[in-house]
């Protein structure tokens, strides 16, 4: 599976962004999806999963209510809405597909794409 992230950007807090993963390759439909991030000098993190046919969703606390993970297996996209938006949320945020669930839990991706770069300023 080749992802692609795109739509990050330069937004302020309190603000919102929609990141977006292009997948192709593979039969999309057939991956559990999930969105990590990466911020300077830290390692990367989980920030929320969703499973292969989109009915369950999994995100860390820092972003729960705030965060959303939405899929099209028509498009072979999945979208990662971010409101609310925090200066700590900074990062390089990176889409990752995973046939196991259980694996994709502990962050263990099958596939991972390049990074697309959120900043918020204060």
């Known amino acids: 599976v080749q992802l692609q992230a795109s739509g990050g950007g330069l937004v302020q807090a309190g603000g919102s962004l929609r990141l977006s993963c292009a997948a192709s390759?593979?039969?999309?439909?057939?991956?559990?999806m999930g969105w990590f991030r990466q911020a300077p000098g830290k390692e990367r993190e989980f920030v929320g999963l969703?499973?292969?046919?989109?009915?369950?969703?999994h995100y860390r606390d820092s972003v729960e209510g705030r965060f959303t993970i939405s899929r099209d297996t028509a498009k072979n996209t999945v979208d990662l809405q971010m409101n609310s938006l925090k200066p700590e949320d900074t990062a390089v945020y990176y889409c990752?597909?995973?046939?196991?669930?259980?694996?994709?839990?502990?962050?263990?991706?099958?596939?991972w794409g390049k990074g697309t770069l959120v900043t918020v300023s204060s």
């Open positions: 969703i499973t292969s046919r989109g009915g369950v969703t």
């Open positions: 390759g593979r039969t999309f439909s057939n991956y559990h």
């Open positions: 990752a597909a995973a046939s196991s669930w259980v694996a994709a839990l502990k962050g263990t991706m099958d596939y």
